[in-house]
């Protein structure tokens, strides 16, 4: 069935990696020195693969849209990182963790990558420790770990509720470490604009300096991309109002395959939606599941208080429906149960789309705990309350004061309220085991691409999987392919591939410019967002998802005839900026659909409706759908399917099951 190649060594799962590195190309220092990379992106996948191949010798050029590197949108993790240390010596292993995302992902990630994240996911903890990120420590002096959605172990290492922004300022360091030493170029506030192919290979990138308005050609040797997801693609989501598809988009333009576009997280303890007003929207960790237990009243449109509602009167509805795992169920199933408990009548607060998410008893346990070390062997309750607060103050306290700055609810007192929004996607520019999209010399990594968590990401596990391939993956597979480019010298930039590529880019920003049109660009984007949310959200249909891919191409032309864009292009302008990746949007959108309409089964984030278990659950098709699905684009928005056979060889494939 597949028609790509995915670049897998042989042998066994175990030893791929092992055996890769020992025989993979090398380039010798000398010949670093001489040999330029461009990153795009400064998140924990850009910044850490910047940083690490300054280190090794190679000639890097950095760019962010950001002011700094420090504000890349990784720094909005919360909850932790994953890594098989089994340091609670709770059972965990290499092994463990790679089931656990294989099976999280539905069955729908390549084994090999996976294993190979598994494996090195020891080293990514090691690395942040030399690095001073202050993970948290339990009371013997060993770093502490907490559990997360989809396992039944503790591996998830963390900082508080603030693990992104403590890993990222170490890969920022590390970055800033090589800039200091002119190792590294550092361009702020530069966006791409187009991808440089010279004889079918990357070579650089055309840059629009987001101050000034200039267009600028930079060459690269090779050129990575660490930009991020695409969940903006539904305007109201977890993800940074900056946040985009640009840069993978452009790369989409110019050859490189996109992947399973239509996998998309949606988290599960986000606060609700309250009005029209929002922009964004704000995630609560999932590391709350640990300690908080979800529930809703038992009977319907019941508007009493939470603390009016007594015990036996609760519907704790993940504990009902999934014992095994409780409260700790993987993010999809608990985003779709949910939303099922709402949409049948039983949700909370004023607009009836939200659960509870409550603390009061492990607050009560902890409190118990606490009174026992102090030697108070019978403590009253308010005593147990009061001394449990304090620990999940302390676990979780920054998490708890941002609820109550945008709620104006103390969430120590009443539970939160939370539902389910666009969080993650799994999707992004498909790559082989070496990290290349199928445009040779052009690399992914991180979120941006597609490769490791198949239909469905546990959590904890971005952060590993951006650190794994910036720190451990990418400097050891970009040395093939530059191994055999050392003859290269580098091409100026008034060459006619720059010159093709630079006219393509301000051609289109004049026509955004001159349209002049009657609506803002917001307006447009509200609408994709709107009809992505509902024909193409949480449930899709093929009913929906026909109706979207129509709306949305009539969307596409109302906007390329209708957008005002003020000001000039040659000048700091946002407005520019979002219509450019607006149109990026609108067009990803319509792929999204197509590919959603194209899999007629159920996987991990993407819910078929007429493709479900009795019981509501995803039903698969692994007889015709055990692939990846890589769209290649075509002149006119359209778009050509290729796909990747995934192949199980180690492990069991079966109905997922947290019962």
């Known amino acids: ?28 220092p000398s010949n670093k020195r001489t040999i330029e990379v461009i990153i795009v992106g400064s998140g924990l996948a850009g910044a850490s693969a910047a940083a690490t191949l300054a280190e090794m010798g190679y000639k890097v050029k950095c760019f962010c849209f950001q ?44 084994e090999a990558n996976v294993y190979r994240l598994a494996e090195v996911s020891a080293n990514i903890i090691d690395q942040c420790v030399a690095q001073g990120v202050p993970l948290a420590r339990e009371y013997g002096g060993l770093l502490d770990n907490r559990s997360f959605g989809g396992t039944q172990v503790q591996r998830t ?36 604009l187009e991808v440089v192919k010279i004889d079918g290979k990357a070579r650089g990138i055309i840059a629009r300096n987001l101050i000034t308005g200039e267009i600028e050609r930079h060459f690269g040797h090779a050129v990575v991309l660490g930009t991020g997801g695409y969940g903006n693609v539904f305007y109201l989501s977890t993800n940074a109002m900056g946040s985009n ?7 989409h333009k110019q050859g490189a395959y996109f992947a399973n576009p239509c996998y998309t997280q949606i988290h599960p303890t986000c606060i609700p939606v309250s009005g029209d ?131 104006g609810e103390n969430p120590y007192e ?32 991180g979120e941006a691409n597609f490769s490791d968590h198949g239909a469905n990401r546990l959590g904890a596990s971005a952060l590993m999987q951006g650190l794994a391939d910036g720190y451990f993956v990418l400097p050891y597979t970009i040395g093939a392919y530059l191994s055999k480019e050392i003859s290269v010298k580098a091409i100026p930039t008034d060459h006619p591939a720059f010159v093709e590529a630079e006219e393509r880019a301000v051609g289109i920003l004049n026509t955004l410019i001159n349209i002049k049109g009657t609506k803002s660009v917001d307006h447009f984007h509200k609408r994709l967002g709107h009809i992505m949310w509902e024909k193409c959200g949480m449930a899709r249909n093929e009913k929906g998802l026909k109706e979207a891919i129509e709306e949305i191409r009539a969307l596409r032309a109302e906007f ?74 075509k002149e006119g928005v359209n778009f050509e399917l290729h796909k990747e056979e995934l192949k199980f060889e180690n492990i069991k494939v079966a109905q997922r099951s947290y019962k």
């Open 67 to 110: 002011d700094s590197p420090r504000r890349a949108h990784s720094i909005a993790a919360q909850g932790g990182i994953n890594a098989a240390k089994n340091y609670q010596n709770d059972g965990d292993s290499v092994y463990r963790l790679f089931y656990d995302t294989i099976k999280g992902g539905d069955y729908r990630a390549r």
């Open 1 to 28: 069935m597949s028609d790509i190649n995915s670049n897998i060594p042989e042998g066994e799962l175990a030893s791929k990696w092992t055996k890769y590195k020992s025989s993979v190309p090398l380039v010798n």
């Open 414 to 445: 009443t539970p939160m309220r939370i539902y389910p929004a666009v969080h993650y996607t799994m999707g992004g520019l498909w790559v082989d085991y070496n990290l290349m999209t199928s445009v040779p010399g052009l690399y992914c990594t």
């Open 560 to 633: 390329w005839s209708n957008v005002r864009v003020p000001g000039a292009a040659n000048e700091l302008n946002t407005e520019l900026e979002k219509a450019g990746r607006v149109a990026d949007f609108i067009e990803l959108g319509e792929l999204m659909c197509i590919d959603a309409l194209n899999r007629n089964e159920s996987c991990g984030g993407h819910f078929r409706e007429e493709y479900q278990t009795e019981e509501g659950e995803a039903l698969r098709d692994d007889e015709n759908y055990a692939y990846v699905a890589a769209w290649e684009f």
């Open 245 to 251: 598809v640009t840069a993978a988009w452009k790369a």
């Open 277 to 407: 007003h929002q922009s964004k929207l704000t995630l609560m960790s999932e590391s709350l599941r640990n300690d908080g237990r979800i529930w809703v009243p038992k009977k319907k449109d019941d508007n009493r208080k939470a603390s009016e509602i007594p015990e036996d009167e609760r519907d704790y509805y993940l504990e009902r429906r999934y014992p095994a795992f409780g409260n700790l169920v993987p993010r999809d199933v608990a985003s779709r149960a949910a939303k099922e408990r709402c949409d049948a009548g039983y949700g909370v607060g004023a607009s009836k789309l939200a659960v509870y998410l409550d603390f009061k008893a492990n607050t009560e346990r902890y409190g118990r705990i606490e009174a026992a070390k102090a030697g108070n062997h019978n403590p009253d309750k308010e005593t147990c309350m009061r001394l449990g607060t304090a620990v999940i103050k302390e676990k979780y306290g920054n998490l708890f004061d941002m609820y109550a700055q945008i709620t």
């Open 157 to 192: 290492f963390y900082a508080a509720g603030q693990t992104g922004q403590q890993l990222l300022l170490g890969a920022y360091s590390a970055l800033e470490r090589q800039i200091g030493m002119g190792k590294v170029e550092m361009y702020t506030r530069h966006e791409m």
